[in-house]
């Protein structure tokens, strides 16, 4: 799997989870979409991740050949 689509993954659970903690749990939990939308707005500028560099640091997402 490519290393964009973990991010991809890692980024659609975090929305999902926390709307429903918000929904469910407390309000306060919209802040973890809030982040996750706002750090996506940021790469897709910069084209600079976090997740990115820390994926590679532990050879997560490489491609299988």
Excluded at 8 to 27: E, H, M, Q, Y
Excluded at 48 to 63: A, Q, R
């Amino acid at each position: 799997m490519k290393r964009e689509h973990v991010i991809r993954i890692f980024a659609g659970t975090f929305v999902l989870s926390g709307l429903a903690l918000g929904r469910w749990v407390n309000p306060w939990w919209l802040l973890l979409p809030t982040f996750v939308g706002v750090n996506l707005l940021q790469s897709g500028i910069t084209r600079w991740c976090l997740l990115e560099d820390i994926l590679k640091k532990f050879n997560i997402g490489e491609e299988c050949r």
